[in-house]
């Protein structure tokens, strides 16, 4: 069986409370279904590639100007050195090299895989959609007369794309420190602790903006497997006490569960680019099965 889910990724929601997030993925979905080749090809190499030069200049400057040109200040901004708005995202934030070569590390794994599975679109609006909230929350703060410029760093938004690698693949192992197994869902865990440690120690918001844009892309599958395994027990309820007694057309029927678009016209249906032959399968297992070897 795939650790991976197909990389077909269709969007499960059937819960109304949703349904704006649903239209958000729907949006974003078609977007990149539009535009395949929009954005930044291996995006995260590049972010890490960039992320490690100016850790490495940082060190060799002992004055803090290379850095000092790298921050978010709005109204320098203003005055035209507008790459701020993007190289804030490279500012070193790491304890020691290790430390540094670690966390590099995770984000390239991470971020690849999640680019591998997304595409390239879509992982850059994820970015992206992460960056505006860190851009909006400068602009938000300043205005207020609160010094940003050495808050605002790309140490949390990289550090949330574990929500989402967990997310997608909660029983994942990795090697924490190269040496000790752990599962995906517990890291997650651990870091959503430092990121609500973080906010209370620093006494600034920041770190939520990031956990805003994660809840912006995968609230409707937190709550798809908070209710999901509800509906699933109700359904084969349903099943064993369903007459049939004849047989109705249908166009789709669902390789797993066997329901048909006659019988749940209200269900999506797709067939996975991964499997041998035409398999169709519903919303609910698109992306949890066992793929067709034969």
Same mark, same amino acid.
């Given at each position: 069986?795939?650790?991976?889910? &197909?990389r077909e =990724?269709?969007?499960?929601?059937? %819960?109304?409370?949703v349904s +704006?997030?649903?239209a %958000?993925?729907?949006?974003? #979905?078609?977007f &990149?279904?539009?535009?395949p ?6 995006l995260m ?5 960039l992320?490690?030069?100016?850790? @490495?200049?940082?060190?060799l400057?002992r004055t ?5 040109y790298l ?14 708005i993007?190289? %804030?995202? /490279? ?7 290790f430390?540094a070569?670690l ?11 999640l #680019?591998?599975?997304w595409g390239?679109a879509?992982?850059t ?6 960056m ?5 929350y400068g602009?938000i703060?300043s +205005? @207020?007369g ?7 760093t ?6 949330? +794309?574990?929500f989402?690698?967990?997310? !997608?693949w909660?029983? /994942?192992?990795? !090697?924490l420190?190269?040496?000790?197994p752990i ?10 602790a /430092? ?5 209370i120690?620093e006494?600034s ?5 990031f956990? !805003?844009?994660?809840?912006?892309f995968?609230? =409707?599958?937190?709550? #798809?497997?908070? /209710? ?6 109700e359904?084969?309820?349903?099943f064993?006490?369903r007459?049939?007694?004849?047989a109705k057309?249908?166009r ?5 569960c066997?329901?048909t ?5 209200e269900?999506?249906?797709?067939? &996975?680019?991964r499997?041998?032959g035409? *398999?169709c399968f519903?919303?609910? *297992?698109?992306?949890n099965?066992?793929h067709f070897?034969e």
């Amino acid at each position: 069986m795939d650790i991976f889910p &197909c990389r077909e =990724y269709n969007m499960l929601n059937e %819960f109304g409370e949703v349904s +704006l997030l649903r239209a %958000f993925d729907k949006a974003v #979905e078609r977007f &990149c279904y539009k535009h395949p080749r929009f954005g930044i090809p291996r995006l995260m190499l590049w972010i890490v590639i960039l992320n490690a030069v100016t850790y @490495l200049f940082s060190i060799l400057d002992r004055t803090g100007t290379f850095v000092y040109y790298l921050v978010f200040d709005p109204s320098l901004i203003l005055q035209g050195q507008v790459w701020r708005i993007i190289t %804030f995202l /490279f500012v070193p934030d790491y304890a020691n090299p290790f430390a540094a070569i670690l966390s590099l590390y995770f984000y390239y794994f991470i971020g690849t895989t999640l #680019e591998n599975q997304w595409g390239q679109a879509r992982f850059t609006v994820y970015y992206l959609c992460g960056m505006v909230f860190s851009l909006l929350y400068g602009i938000i703060v300043s +205005l @207020l007369g609160i010094d940003v410029r050495f808050v605002m760093t790309g140490y949390y938004l990289n550090l949330s +794309l574990f929500f989402a690698f967990a997310t !997608l693949w909660p029983d /994942f192992q990795v !090697l924490l420190f190269f040496i000790i197994p752990i599962k995906m869902k517990w890291l997650a865990i651990v870091d959503a602790a /430092f990121f609500v440690v973080s906010m209370i120690l620093e006494c600034s918001p920041f770190p939520l903006m990031f956990i !805003l844009n994660y809840l912006l892309f995968f609230s =409707y599958i937190l709550i #798809e497997r908070v /209710f999901g395994r509800k509906k699933v027990w109700e359904r084969k309820a349903q099943f064993k006490v369903r007459a049939r007694p004849e047989a109705k057309e249908y166009r789709h029927k669902c390789a797993v569960c066997g329901r048909t678009d006659t019988d749940y016209p209200e269900l999506e249906f797709r067939y &996975c680019s991964r499997c041998v032959g035409y *398999h169709c399968f519903c919303q609910d *297992h698109i992306n949890n099965h066992v793929h067709f070897t034969e």
